[in-house]
Structure formats: structure tokens, C-alpha cells
Nanobody, 116 residues
Framework: QVQLVESGGGSVQPGGSLRLSCAAS????????MRWYRQAPGKGRELVAL????????SYADSVKGRFTISRDNAKNTVYLQMNNLKSEDTAVYYC?????????WGQGTQVTVSS
């Protein structure tokens, strides 16, 4: 079955960096776009970044442009989110996502906390 397992979250001070990873299995990873979403306390889930199947095309939320970079390694079935210059408003649970066969698949999420 489809599995998405996030890792790499943690606590960091403002201005710091984290790298999230999402290991995928149970489907042909290289064929599908991958997304990172986040959900802050009391807020809805927000699309942060998207990378298409070949890895050559990406898209970002305005709030993270220039600070976050999404990438993928199709040989390792893994998608990454490099987060630099983190701000307190980046605090959230971050989720890996893919969509195919008219169904959304989600990981369990990883907590990112940015605080001084």
C-alpha cells in the first residue's frame, strides 16, 4: 500500500534551517508530482511547495518563496524540503502528499517549531 513517511522536523531558532524528508513506497514514485503541505495550530492545511514528476518544475507558496526549496531523488523515492531563514510563522506540522487515481495520500506529518 502507499506509504509516505516524513522525517527531519524539530525545534529551531528564527533564522535557522531544517531539511525535511519524505520516503515514499507502494507506488511508482517517479511518475507523480509530490507536495509539501503544512498546518499551523487553529488553521487550515496550506500548500507549501510542489514538484512535478521529473523534478524540473517546482512551485511555491508566496510566503516561502526564496527561503524553501523542494527537491526529489527518484532513485531513492524521496522528496525533500530544505527550509532556510525560518520564521516563527513557519511553525506547523508539515505533511508530504501525492495524488493519483483520484485519491490523496498523506504522511503522518512532522512537527516544525520555530521559536527563540
Amino acid at each position: 500500500q502507499v506509504q509516505l513517511v516524513e522525517s527531519g522536523g524539530g525545534s529551531v531558532q528564527p533564522g535557522g534551517s531544517l531539511r525535511l524528508s519524505c520516503a515514499a513506497s507502494g507506488f511508482t514514485f517517479s511518475s507523480y508530482a509530490m507536495r509539501w503541505y503544512r498546518q499551523a495550530p487553529g488553521k487550515g492545511r496550506e500548500l507549501v511547495a510542489l514538484i512535478y514528476s521529473g523534478g524540473g518544475s517546482t512551485s511555491y507558496a508566496d510566503s516561502v518563496k526564496g527561503r524553501f526549496t523542494i527537491s526529489r531523488d527518484n532513485a531513492k523515492n524521496t522528496v525533500y524540503l530544505q527550509m532556510n531563514n525560518l520564521k516563527s510563522e513557519d511553525t506547523a506540522v508539515y505533511y508530504c502528499n501525492t495524488f493519483f487515481d483520484r485519491k490523496n495520500y498523506w504522511g503522518q506529518g512532522t512537527q516544525v517549531t520555530v521559536s527563540s
